[in-house]
């Protein structure tokens, strides 16, 4: 049984940029959620170790002077005068950065678009990414290249989980931003069982589990998610699917849906032989936003 939260406010927000337009609509929806909750929101750029400047500055005085002044100009823009805001420009390692600034600031989102024309591509659909939706101290919000919609408002939520203690992460932010925001949730379990078939298994074949059962057991589980105790300003809509974990997932948002929330593993240990797992494969083919929540990521 998940414990009622209490509604989660998104005060501090955090958005890495390289001045792209992947970037820059990471941004915009970052200031679509600053402006709805009446945040803050924190702009970093960080060099020179995955530099995020479009143009080659082998000096790094003017790699900086040129960060700098692109913040500069990004922050008089119009959308940054209803909201508060501040701007950084750090050098290090992008993770290492952005966890400082996270702890720093009592950061509640980081916010990151995965593609740009330069070094964030390789840096967001690489081991890098992975490592930040896994290990960052707060949710971890992802932009990827298929987006479809490039607003902050939400109609429609899916929250994804295979029941395991990881996945339960993400459901109190699932619950709470159905409710901030009114939006319909819908709540999913997927069966991968590869001996599933619906609606009828092959001629001789022995499925491994009763594809009826199982749909009733993962309803009932589902349900189970919500707390007695919740009063959830609408029912959300059960689903159980089957088939491969990340491709149904995706094939169930389409295009209908604003924001997918997952609960990810915070592993022991990161190392390189990151990619390729359900989440990942989801924030990079997602056409909507994706929300990671790992374990102690709750504020």
């Known amino acids: 049984m998940v ?87 750090q050098e290090g390692e992008v993770g290492e950065v952005l966890s400082g600034l996270v702890w720093e ?23 890098v990414a992975e490592e930040i939706f896994r290990s960052a101290e707060c949710p971890v919000l992802t932009l990827g290249p298929h987006i479809c919609k490039l607003d902050s408002s939400l109609r429609h939520i899916l929250y994804a989980t295979d029941f395991g203690p990881e996945s339960i992460h993400g459901l109190p932010y699932a619950l709470s931003l159905a409710e901030e925001h009114r939006a319909r949730l819908t709540l999913l379990h997927v069966v991968t069982d590869t001996g599933v078939v619906l609606p009828e298994p092959e001629p001789g074949a022995m499925p491994a589990v009763d594809p009826y059962e199982a749909v009733a057991t993962g309803e009932k589980q589902l349900r189970a998610l919500i707390p007695a105790e919740r009063g959830v300003w ?66």
């Open 3 to 89: 414990v009622a939260p209490t509604r989660i406010a998104l005060q501090n927000i955090l958005v890495a940029t390289d001045f792209s337009d992947c970037a820059q609509t990471a941004l915009n929806y970052g200031l679509g959620l600053a402006r709805h909750y009446g945040g803050t929101l924190f702009t970093v750029n960080v060099l020179p170790h995955m530099p995020f400047v479009e143009s080659a500055q082998p000096d790094p005085g003017k790699a900086r002077g040129f960060a700098e002044q692109k913040l500069a100009n990004m922050v008089a823009s119009e959308p940054f005068k209803a909201i508060k805001h501040r701007e950084f420009v």
């Open 234 to 299: 609408q029912e959300p809509e059960y689903l159980v699917q089957f088939g491969p974990a990340a491709e149904t997932i995706l094939r169930i948002a389409g295009e209908q849906t604003d924001m997918i929330v997952l609960g990810v593993k915070r592993p022991a240990a990161l190392t390189k032989h990151l990619g390729g797992g359900v989440a990942y494969r989801i924030i990079c083919e997602a056409p909507c936003p994706v929300l990671s929540v790992g374990a102690g990521q709750h504020r």
């Open 105 to 127: 600031n009592h950061i509640d989102l980081i916010v990151l678009g995965t593609e740009g024309r330069t070094g964030m591509r390789k840096f967001l659909l690489g081991s």
